[in-house]
């Protein structure tokens, strides 16, 4: 089974600068995806980027932008600029991408990282 | 607005009683999905749907089920309810027909059941 781990409870950041947040993960799969999600106090979930395993260009969405490492089965988040309203629980999640039958395209996620933003 | 749509937002009840919680899919998504995020446990999977069938199945408890209609909107069914049971519920969908390239699930905004 594949597992997620985020080793960051929580994070700080200043206003305007870079901030990463890790990721890992452990599969027997070779092809798979991965995404981070952000969840405000809102609630909502949000997709904030997603990397596809068989790209090795690293995915980059305005501000946030990835650090994917295949072989070392690493996936980091980068937010550069931070700004206020990027406060918000960060979690990254697996999705397989060989689905046989009876298979799923389930996501399994990490516990998250807390990140805060300072004025 | 993610174009999943969860009701009710908000849901207290009583241990040992029933509720069903209600989500719509984004407009062509055929796979349905359930998390239990709570936090001791996290984001948990617990069940998915695709196009009424159930495809797989995760943590999901027996007092609980799910089914998916013709209009493909679904519900999950938690009975005999317990105060552990107290969580924020997410529905998801994806696969849309229309773009088999998109591989990202989309959330609603989740219901929150307090179990008193």
């Known amino acids: 089974a594949q597992t997620v781990t985020q080793s960051q409870p929580e994070m700080s950041v200043q206003e305007a600068e870079t901030v990463t947040l890790s990721c890992t993960y452990d599969?027997?799969?070779?092809?798979?995806?991965l995404f981070w999600y952000k969840q405000p106090p809102s609630r909502q979930m949000i997709l904030v980027i997603r990397q596809e395993a068989y790209k090795q260009q690293n995915a980059t969405e305005n501000r946030f932008s990835v650090n994917f490492q295949k072989a070392a089965k690493s996936f980091s988040l980068k937010i550069s600029d931070s700004q206020l309203g990027d406060a918000a629980m960060y979690f990254c999640?697996?999705?397989?991408?060989?689905?046989?039958?009876?298979?799923?395209?389930?996501?399994?996620f990490g516990k998250g990282t807390k990140l805060t933003v300072n004025p | 607005d993610s174009g999943v749509t969860q009701t009710p937002k908000h849901l207290i009840t009583a241990t040992g009683q029933r509720v069903t919680l209600r989500c719509s899919p984004r407009?062509?998504?055929?796979?349905v999905y359930w998390y239990q995020q709570s936090l001791d446990q996290g984001l948990q999977f617990l069940i998915q749907y695709y196009n009424g069938e159930e495809r797989a199945k995760g943590n999901i408890l027996e007092r609980f089920s799910a089914q998916q209609f013709p209009d493909l909107h679904s519900e999950l069914n938690l009975s005999s309810l317990e105060l552990g049971d107290s969580a924020l519920y997410f529905c998801?969908?994806?696969?849309?027909?229309?773009?088999?390239?998109?591989?990202?699930?989309?959330f609603g905004q989740g219901t929150r059941l307090t179990v008193v």
């Open positions: 998801a969908s994806s696969v849309s027909p229309r773009d088999m390239t998109r591989t990202e699930a989309f």
């Open positions: 407009s062509g998504d055929l796979s």
């Open positions: 599969t027997s799969e070779s092809d798979y995806y």
């Open positions: 999640a697996y999705r397989s991408a060989l689905i046989t039958q009876g298979g799923s395209e389930k996501l399994v």
